[in-house]
């Protein structure tokens, strides 16, 4: 099993950035492709961006391509989601997840373990 903690949140004003952080421990995040979900309030948890396990394919919602970068270091055992040009409709509960299963998921009920959450509120 893995533990996924989140950092980085934050308050920024629009068209600002931030760089969201996942810290794994009980298992190295090599065994799992990774991704970050947002949940926004009144709305479902929706898919921002995924990580195959070597890194070597991304993919992300068309709402965040272009301004959204993931990325991950398997030696230090993290991953990471920087965010540019933030909008405030990216304000949400930011969560990072693990995925056991081969290949890469894009929606949130195949994920096996989640993070506590990061807050990110963009204002404008």
């Known amino acids: 099993q893995v533990q996924l903690v989140e950092s980085g949140g934050g308050l920024v004003l629009a068209g600002g950035s931030l760089r969201l952080s996942c810290a794994a421990s009980?298992?190295?995040?090599?065994?799992?492709?990774m991704g970050w979900f947002r949940q926004a309030p009144g709305k479902e948890r929706e898919f921002v961006a995924a990580?195959?396990?070597?890194?070597?394919?991304?993919y992300y919602a068309d709402s965040v391509k272009g301004r959204f970068t993931i990325s991950r270091d398997n030696a230090k055992n993290t991953v990471c989601l920087q965010m540019n040009s933030l909008k405030p409709e990216d304000t949400a509960v930011y969560y990072c997840?693990?995925?056991?299963?081969?290949?890469?998921?894009?929606?949130?009920?195949?994920?096996?373990?989640w993070g506590q959450g990061t807050q990110v509120t963009v204002s404008s």
């Open positions: 997840a693990a995925d056991r299963r081969v290949g890469v998921q894009l929606t949130p009920e195949a994920y096996d373990y």
């Open positions: 009980g298992r190295a995040i090599s065994n799992y492709a």
């Open positions: 990580i195959s396990r070597s890194g070597g394919y991304t």
